[in-house]
């Protein structure tokens, strides 16, 4: 283009959305100064994780006794809550339910006040964070101290925490050295990590002798004794309630369980979720007031008692603060199964890349974060951050209690979306282009990326045309203003002759019915159909050539896209549509294979939420992945001779024999992900699994602008095992191809297209 039109497109890009390009400038220093610590931490606690929870016999059932203690508790709530105010008076404590933060701040500076504390000390507690209690009592004067060692050093530095568990996740021990250098001038400054450990417990022991007032958060209080479990790593908490004659505990309404029974799969979920530890260094259980007696620390002659438990005084405060009201939202309720474990957290691409000063709101961070800060601190939080969730659904497996973390992150972009939209404007140019069952106003980037399957379509129609247009200059410029797709990515292509004409042309089924050992329908989903055909043939002739008679009927996108925008309205809509067009299909005994992982997860996942539970059953059992119905044809004694060898070469290797495989996020959490190894070791390929858990691209959102930088950070780790191996590099996922394309400048191959008969 010329030296005029690339100008114009420099000052178009230029002029972009000013909140787009803060946060992308926010993200590159973030990802600069805090994403190498943040990264190392919590792929060190996801790779505990595994080891930890590998070792458990009943990992699964302890993680359905969680949950099913959850749902009961909440269902039980304003019960429970009644039941422990009567256990914690009957023990001489007081209860106090507190409607907001204002009103639980209201009541703790009174005791405070009561009491004539000085200074008070803390335990860690994100619910503490919540209320701002700190800055609450330091406005009366009372000198509040964080007695965990990451909250202090945090505390010191006046930050914010940046994990749920690990709050100075983001502090490397060079920094916190300097830190304490700064602020205590010591004399023998200390380097290594046990001496600045030794360092802050020291400061700190000082500090609890000192302190008229403790306070703790509670993992869980057992309404039928006011018994509460305190886990910590490093026992601060148990300071914090014996040390002083007053202890506050702090506490969200959702935190009560029935019994002190139900403790038990928690104390063997939380470690080993969070942190990978098979048990956390501290677990304590206390039904305050506790009996022990009120320690001395200024008589040394004497035991370090100066009376009895009786001396005790307990402050059990409960907190709403819109957890009722998430309580009655069937959309937000699942957050409060929430145990504050971190695990969504470290299993999220994104967050192990910019940690929780991104990928947070108020008080609460990671994947779990949009469904706490949407309830508490109202929507336009939740939005500042919400669309870090890019739904890979990774986090699912990772909770201990089964969250459906990416659905209540969709649920909450759809409310943000109507709450943004202007519904006096009618759209009248897009309503052709893009139709949907959106309200109007809504964001034109949202509503493009929502309605790609009608973009695909028009595209593969205009194809060459649409494909030169796209990648042009100016095109790409105003795409990056209006859009913020970034032009550093390369565009898909459409493809002139779609999967349905393609198999329409070639005269349908070349299986004849009488010779078929099964019948199958091949998805066509959008990318599949529209994009990339070759591995749509490719299951076609794979299938064929183990006898299956195939169709590819002309059926809707399952609504992935929109729904990844929060568009839950148009994708509702096209979940109806597709089960109509293969609902007959089924009917007929047909298996439904979908080659797009993300699709399939829709089928198996979503659309539980669309179909009636019939449909959606019968739909989802029928689904399968190309590579998951290859395994079950040979595992069902199918010839493997009928596909293609290692010895025929499978592409840019010279025997075709060594494999770099990297599943798609989706299929590793619906677990088909390792149905390719298993085909591919069969077959005698010699395979290596990517270590790396998301890619990083995750459909749209490696596209946009602000997103770039963080999208290649995450696939980082790929680039790295993959780099400069001397594979064949195959990946299953549209967006994983394009990543990978990105990281390494080569195109993978679908693991079907290794496998599949040559044309």
Known sequence: MSSDAEAGASDAAGAGDPDREAKADRIRELLATEGDAVAENTRGFNEGRYESTGRLDDYEALKDEARAIKEDAIERLPELIDEVRESVEANGGTVYLADDAADANRYIREVAAERGAERAVKSKSMTSEEIEVNDALAADGVDVVETDLGEWVLQLADEEPSHIVAPAIHKSRE????????RFDPEDPPETAEELTMFARERLGALVEDADLGMTGANFVAADSGTMLLVTSEGNARKTVT?????VAVAGVEKLVPAVEDFSPFVELIGRSGTGQDVTSYISTLTPPVDSPVPDFDDDGEPLADGSGDDREFHLVLIDNGRMAMRDDEELKETLYCIRCSACSNACGNFQSVGGHAFGGETYSGGIATGWEAGIEGLDTAAEFNDLCTGC?????????????????????????????????????????????????????????????????????TAPIANRLANAGPVRAIAERVAGIDRRRDLPEFASESLVDWFEARGGPAVPAA??????????????????????????????ALGVRVRVPDLPGSGRPPLSQGMIATAESAAEDVYAGLASHVDAGRDVVVIEPSDLATFRREYERFLPEESHERLADASYDPMEYVFGLLEGGADPAALRAPAEGTGPVASGKRIAYHPHCQARTIGVGEYATAVFERLGYDVRVSETECCGMAGSFGYKSEYYELSMDVGEPLREQFGDTDRTVVAAGTSCTEQLDALLDAAPTHPIEVIAPRE
């Open 243 to 247: 040390a002083t004659d007053t202890h």
């Open 393 to 461: 659904s990774r986090c699912v497996p990772a909770c201990p209690v089964g969250i459906d973390i990416p659905w209540i992150n969709t649920a909450v972009r759809d409310r943000i979306n109507r709450g943004e939209a202007d519904a006096s404007q009618l759209d009248w140019a897009f309503e052709e282009l893009v139709p949907d069952e959106e309200p109007g106003g809504l964001d034109l980037a949202t509503r493009l990326v929502g309605n790609y399957a009608t973009l695909a379509k028009w595209g593969h129609r």
């Open 515 to 544: 010779e078929a050992t099964r019948e199958a329908v091949v998805y066509p989903d959008t990318a599949t159909n529209y994009v990339d055909v070759e591995r749509g043939k490719a299951t076609v002739r794979a299938l064929e």
């Open 175 to 182: 920094g916190i050295a300097e830190l304490f250098a700064e």
